[in-house]
T-cell receptor, first 116, second 115 residues
Framework: GAVVSQHPSRVICKSGTSVKIECRSLDFQATTMFWYRQFPKQSLMLMAT?????????EQGVEKDKFLINHASLTLSTLTVTSAHPEDSSFYIC????????????FGPGTRLTVT | DQQVKQNSPSLSVQEGRISILNCDYTNSMFDYFLWYKKYPAEGPTFLIS?????DKNEDGRFTVFLNKSAKHLSLHIVPSQPGDSAVYFC??????????????FGQGTILTVHP
């Protein structure tokens, strides 16, 4: 149980284009999903909190117009990187918290974004 | 401001011995703590958690100890196995308020278990 998937696992795009990353909880419902970013050899940095049916909450320093988040259902959240630039290249990971109220968050396998 | 710190970037142990991974935090208001294991280019895998009202939680080979007065927690893996080799992250969070559910991660410790 508690499986979270992400799609795509790897994407290469050109500067100026937009990329959408999907995060799905496969066997549980998640009212809250989180989006993280990890730079090489660094820790995971929380970008935003995605709540089903409401606007995402962004962490300080994260541009909400650049990183669009939509949490359309209890099992799906999407992150769209708009007008991508090379500095957006990173490893993006989502996590989901079960509606059961447990503390644990379950992470997806991550998406490697490379902007050329 | 690094609220969760893992001061040891790496740890090397022999198979069968104990691995002890340490984590310090600065915010005494954290409500619970979690340990995750991560392989390169993969998402973290949840290992074990502990509430701030407890001082120990055990699950199989994994035990987490919490010392609130010292703002310190540790993960013990006994016995260590080569498959345990990975990056281990500790994380802390709140049970309520505006930061409810948000995880603050430490920098990670690379564990290598030698056969």
């Amino acid at each position: 149980g508690a499986v979270v998937s992400q799609h795509p696992s790897r994407v290469i795009c050109k500067s100026g284009t937009s990329v959408k990353i999907e995060c799905r909880s496969l066997d549980f419902q998640a009212t809250t999903m989180f989006w993280y970013r990890q730079f090489p050899k660094q820790s995971l940095m929380l970008m935003a909190t995605s709540n089903e049916g409401s606007k995402a909450t962004y962490e300080q320093g994260v541009e909400k117009d650049k990183f669009l988040i939509n949490h359309a259902s209890l099992t799906l959240s999407t992150l769209t990187v708009t007008s991508a630039h090379p500095e957006d290249s990173s490893f993006y990971i989502c996590s989901a918290r079960s509606t059961s109220g447990a503390y644990e968050q379950y992470f997806g396998p991550g998406t490697r974004l490379t902007v050329t | 401001d690094q609220q969760v710190k893992q001061n040891s970037p790496s740890l090397s142990v022999q198979e069968g011995r104990i691995s002890i991974l340490n984590c310090d935090y600065t915010n005494s208001m954290f409500d619970y703590f979690l340990w995750y294991k991560k392989y390169p280019a993969e998402g973290p895998t949840f290992l074990i958690s502990i509430s701030s009202i407890k001082d120990k939680n055990e699950d199989g080979r994994f035990t987490v100890f919490l010392n609130k007065s010292a703002k310190h927690l540790s993960l013990h893996i006994v016995p260590s196995q080569p498959g345990d080799s990975a990056v281990y992250f500790c994380a802390a969070s709140f049970a309520g308020g505006t930061s409810y559910g948000k995880l603050t991660f430490g920098q990670g410790t690379i564990l290598t278990v030698h056969p």
